[in-house]
């Protein structure tokens, strides 16, 4: 890759860091706590394929804007809790950090793009020691709509004043790559089971199991 003003956007959960968020659980949760106040989401045992966390959240928004209720924030003390408890044994692996330490000797911009809160994303990128490889860290706090949404990566983008073309975007998750594909940036696939691309309308421009894979790729012309 030409290296002349390449940037790389991060996700965070499970591509620089492994966390343990319970995903599923914390959906179900979400969805029976809306349940109670009336917001049926159906079946438990669909949730976590069929909704975000975010979706979870939007629906539940507006039935609070149209009752004047206030459940929603009820749901963001459980997405918090799930958070913390996914973070106590947060770890991350030498590999990642002999990509960081190269894209620093290359000059390469690395920020992140998560859709965890700001201050726990933080903790942790101080926790590792690693805080300064990043130009910019855009939590959810930072945009109006999550990932899938485009925002995150177009604030990201604007932030660094550099074309999408010049941006790729690695990341673990469905979330990334439909994000990836709505802000025209090129999405590598980390570390995972093939995505269905079909399934989630997403372009995987490429597709590497580790960070040392990762580091390959860029350093091919
Ligand atoms: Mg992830």
Do not use: C
């Amino acid at each position: 890759m030409n290296h002349d003003e390449l940037a790389i956007i991060f996700d965070f959960d499970n591509t620089l860091i492994k966390s343990n968020i319970n995903f599923p659980a914390m959906k179900i949760s979400m969805a029976r706590a809306a349940k109670k106040h009336g917001v049926d989401f159906g079946n438990e045992e669909d949730i976590p394929h069929r909704f975000t966390a975010g979706n979870i959240i939007d629906q539940v928004e507006e039935f609070d804007k149209r009752n004047e209720t206030q459940i929603v924030a009820e749901l963001w003390d459980m997405v918090e809790k799930f958070e913390r408890m996914g973070m106590e044994n947060v770890s991350i692996d030498d590999d990642v950090l002999q990509m960081l330490e190269y894209l620093k000797e290359k000059g390469i911009s690395a920020s992140i793009l998560t859709n965890n809160a700001k201050k726990p994303t933080i903790e942790v990128l101080e926790r590792f020691n690693i805080v300064d490889y990043f130009d910019i860290v855009v939590a959810r706090e930072d945009v109006k709509k999550m990932k899938p949404d485009k925002e995150g990566l177009e604030v990201i983008v604007q932030k660094l004043k550099l074309n999408p073309d010049k941006v790729v975007f690695v990341g673990d998750s469905w979330v990334d790559g439909v994000a990836a594909v709505k802000a025209n940036i090129r999405f590598i696939l980390y570390n995972r089971k093939l995505l269905d691309s079909n399934k989630y309308n997403i372009k995987i421009w490429k597709h590497v199991q580790t960070m040392n894979e990762l580091v390959e790729l860029i350093d091919e012309d």
